[in-house]
Nanobody, 124 residues
Framework: QVQLVESGGGLVQAGGSLRLSCAAS????????MGWFRQAPGKEREFVAA????????NYADSVKGRFTISRDNGKITEYLQMNSLKPEDTAVYYC?????????????????WGQGTQVSVSS
């Protein structure tokens, strides 16, 4: 069982940066693929990024490639999402997720545990 708690969301101007954190509980954190998803108002939740168990392999949605960086610190049992060059269309609730599937999995069903979400708002 893994419990996930996101933090770091907020309001930022377009072009700005934010870093999201996802603190996990549970001794098996280092064995899980970790991911970030987001859900904008009126839209379905979508994949943002994922990272494998040791942090050496990552996968990104085309919409965030080159702007967002996913990372993890297994010693601190925490996952991060560094978001740079933010755009108004990045506005969404961001969710942390953990699962046993591959880091190139992008479907929600591939992730077993979810955080409660943190709001990111980008003003133009």
């Amino acid at each position: 069982q893994v419990q996930l708690v996101e933090s770091g969301g907020g309001l930022v101007q377009a072009g700005g940066s934010l870093r999201l954190s996802c603190a996990a509980s549970g001794r098996t954190f280092s064995t899980y693929t970790m991911g970030w998803f987001r859900q904008a108002p009126g839209k379905e939740r979508e994949f943002v990024a994922a990272i494998n168990w040791n942090g050496r392999s990552t996968n990104y949605a085309d919409s965030v490639k080159g702007r967002f960086t996913i990372s993890r610190d297994n010693g601190k049992i925490t996952e991060y999402l560094q978001m740079n060059s933010l755009k108004p269309e990045d506005t969404a609730v961001y969710y942390c997720a953990a699962g046993t599937s591959s880091y190139y999995s992008t479907a929600e069903d591939d992730f077993d545990y979810w955080g409660q979400g943190t709001q990111v708002s980008v003003s133009s």
